[in-house]
């Protein structure tokens, strides 16, 4: 069985005037954060004040680059050929890392955002030119990417340290991918039931997929969201009900 697990959020969010997100009240319950590059959103004063809540809060320090869309919020697919994938993270990546040396502090992680996540976890070219971008970039980051995706693979060929995400409250089909937020039942609204399904799949390694069969899932790092009160509620929640199940929240460093 096992007790330990990483809680994972993407913050550094907000743009210029624009507010995005409860970073302050996140930041209290998770381990670790994704931090934005200025692509999807964020920007040079969000970067440098968001890399200092994290290093104040003591949280592994990640970077989220996306895809080049503010105003669709990177979740747009863009078609990309692997070389502009693997630019894009490199550009991105050393953004967030020069801010993050200016601080006095260095990247623990990267993780893809929104569609440039889900393209580069179903395309195994474009995970081979990611992985290998990351790896020429700096092999020490631990990739924080879908459980058993094709990053997932790339990066363990390559030798890199990969920490598996698991969504609290998604469902899940029976390969193992997240179901689309299109379809009904793709999001899980009742808390008890989400964190039932984390406890097992962080202690089990196995998680219903929405026809009902149970499927394997490794479970290094779960994806919390806080952008509204009640999505910081149930961060708490759930890192509550992990704890007093004895099981330990930590950031990836620690345990990768």
């Excluded at 006095?104 to 971008?133: C, P, R, W």
């Amino acid at each position: 069985m096992r007790n330990i697990v990483d809680l994972n959020s993407d913050v550094g969010e907000s743009y210029g005037t624009y507010k995005l997100g409860l970073d302050e009240d996140v930041l209290k319950y998770v381990s670790s954060v994704n931090i934005a590059c200025g692509w999807h959103a964020g920007d040079p004063m969000v970067m440098e004040k968001t890399i200092a809540l994290a290093k104040e809060n003591n949280l592994g320090i990640g970077a989220h680059p996306g895809y080049p869309d503010l105003i669709g919020f990177g979740r747009r697919n863009m078609d990309v050929t692997p070389k502009e994938a693997r630019n894009y993270l490199i550009y991105q990546i050393g953004a967030l890392a020069a801010f993050a040396q200016a601080a006095g502090t260095s990247l623990q992680h990267i993780k893809l955002h929104g569609a440039f996540y889900n393209m580069v976890s179903a395309d195994a070219v474009l995970a081979k030119e990611v992985a290998k971008a990351i790896y020429d970039v700096n092999k020490n980051l631990i990739v924080l990417a879908l459980a058993g995706s094709e990053l997932v693979k790339s990066a363990k060929e390559l030798g890199l340290k990969v920490a598996e995400e698991v969504f609290a409250d998604r469902a899940y089909n029976s390969n193992g991918s997240l179901v689309s937020r299109k379809l009904p039942g793709s999001v899980i609204h009742d808390k008890n039931l989400a964190i039932e399904r984390v406890k097992r799949m962080v202690t089990e390694g196995k998680v219903t997929a929405i026809d009902g069969t149970n499927i394997d899932i490794n479970a290094d790092s779960i994806c919390v969201h806080g952008d509204n009160p009640e999505a910081v509620a149930f961060v708490k929640l759930i890192r509550e009900r992990l704890e007093v199940d004895g099981i330990q929240i930590k950031s990836i460093k620690e345990f990768i």
